[in-house]
Nanobody, 115 residues
């Protein structure tokens, strides 16, 4: 059974940085396009960044130039490096395949940007 476990969130001041990790179990990971998603309080979940199995990337306009998605297939892990964080980046961050599959939504990791 494939599982995705997110980690690396926390409380950070505006302008700060965090790196999120998503560890995947199961062989599907290396073949799958992956994505980072986020859901802020009272808002719908949104797509933040995607990466193909060949490491081609794409970003939401709101995070371009500040977030970087990457993957390490040997470790079955996807990363999201976030810099210049803003209060509006506050959300629970999830990883999933792209497009997402309902059975892979995990607990997410909370990112709070506040002074």
């Amino acid at each position: 059974q494939v599982q995705l476990v997110e980690s690396g969130g926390g409380l950070v001041q505006p302008g700060g940085s965090l790196r999120l990790s998503c560890a995947a179990s199961g062989s599907i990971f290396r073949l799958a396009a992956m994505g980072w998603y986020r859901q802020a309080p009272g808002k719908q979940r949104e797509l933040v960044a995607t990466i193909t199995s060949g490491s081609n990337t794409n970003y939401a306009d709101s995070v371009k130039g500040r977030f970087t998605i990457s993957r390490d297939n040997a470790r079955n892990t996807v990363y999201l490096q976030m810099i210049s964080l803003r209060p509006e980046d506050t959300a629970v961050y999830y990883c999933n395949t792209h497009p997402p599959l309902p059975q892979f939504w995990g607990q997410g990791t909370q990112v709070t940007v506040s002074s």
